[in-house]
């Protein structure tokens, strides 16, 4: 079943739509789930059926041609307004929910909620990168979402619960979006990606682990490449940290010469780390070797060991968002890793 061409969430369609029925629609929400399974696109289209013209609103079904709906396709209707971290920026500026210096509370998402519906029934407003909303960001929404404007309706997007602050947290009705289903993904990259091969497709559905975007950025066929070759180095008993940060380098380098997609490309990186440490310490060495296609019997890693990369790791995609020299990050990062499982 699908809900406006979404994959996979028709439980969360009939929540909402109880909700509805009942009139018992929360005023805040926090949509969490993995990443790339169409968070952001169903909290566009929930705007977009609650601010339908032809249909009711416990139908939760956007007509596609009303007026209202048409604006809603082409983002421009004056009631719904989406915020999303600039690609240069480590957090969410603040500037975005309470305006520029110039004029503090008179602009931005918080002021705006604040105001009549120019059209609509309601103003909504989607925050899509909640993950990366900082103190200073958090305590800019905390009036807001303590005492919500009528008439107003706020969702945060993000990845887990853990990741948000505590004041956000506990100001929110949380929605739990599940994984996409492996054979929908599989599907979905046959057809949106240049892979061609079936086994192919269903082996990176399933180390996607339910996330189409990453699916789909796995697939690309320089990521795709560098990754088997990085499982192929990283199951190697001996390891030259500083050939391979210097291969790491050489790939980052490769995706352009504007730094966020630089960084981008990093995170990239750090994600397939993170994915075969993961593989390693969830499966075991036989599930692992054969997820990965690659033989581990010959490591020595111990769960302590894991532990400790998947936390590097981490620890290193903080300090790509923090805007790090990406030479120095690269080269401390690895080191850290290497030496961890050769000591």
């Known amino acids: 079943m699908s809900w406006c061409g979404l994959q996979g969430h028709d439980a969360v369609v009939e929540q909402f739509r109880q909700s509805l029925r009942q009139r018992r629609l929360a ?21 977009q ?35 999303v971290k600039p ?11 309470i305006g520029p210096k110039e004029n503090r ?30 103190q200073e960001g958090a305590n800019c929404l905390l009036k807001t979402l303590e005492e919500p404007p009528p008439n ?30 492996p054979a929908f993904i599989a599907e979905k990259l046959l057809t949106q990606s240049e892979l061609a091969d079936a086994a192919e497709a269903h082996l990176l559905a399933d180390l996607a682990e339910g996330s189409l975007a990453r699916a789909l950025a796995w697939s690309e066929p320089a990521i795709n490449q560098f990754r088997k070759e990085l499982w192929s180095r990283l199951a190697s008993r001996r390891i030259d940290s500083i050939a391979l ?27 397939l780390f993170l994915f075969f440490y993961r593989e390693w310490l969830q499966h075991g060495e036989t599930n692992g070797s054969h997820r990965l296609g690659v033989h581990l019997g010959t490591l020595a890693y111990d769960a302590e060991s894991l532990a400790f990369c998947i936390e590097r790791c981490i620890e290193a995609e903080h300090q790509v968002a923090a805007n790090a020299n990406l030479a120095t990050l690269i080269e401390s990062w690895v080191d850290d890793l290497i030496h961890r499982i050769t000591v």
């Open 152 to 181: 107003s309706i706020l969702i945060l997007v993000g990845t887990s619960e853990q990741r948000q602050l505590p004041t956000i947290r506990s100001r929110c009705q949380v929605v739990h979006f599940r994984s996409l289903d």
């Open 49 to 83: 059926s609650l601010q339908c013209e032809r249909n009711p609103e416990t139908a939760l079904e956007p007509c596609n041609v009303c007026p209202s709906c048409q604006q809603c396709m082409a983002d421009s209707h004056p009631d719904i307004q989406a915020i």
């Open 245 to 271: 940060a210097k291969w790491i380098q050489q790939f980052v380098d490769a995706a352009g010469k504007e730094a966020p997609v630089r960084r981008q490309r990093l995170l990239r990186v750090i994600e």
């Open 105 to 134: 509370m008179r602009e931005g998402l918080c002021h705006w909620v604040s105001l009549r519906p120019a059209a609509g029934r309601r103003r909504i407003g989607i925050i899509e990168d909640a993950d990366f909303l900082n």
């Open 27 to 47: 005023s805040t929400f926090l949509f969490v789930g993995p990443a790339g399974i169409g968070k952001a696109t169903f909290a566009r289209r929930l705007a």
């Open 87 to 97: 690609s240069e920026r480590a957090f969410i500026p603040i500037d975005l929910f």
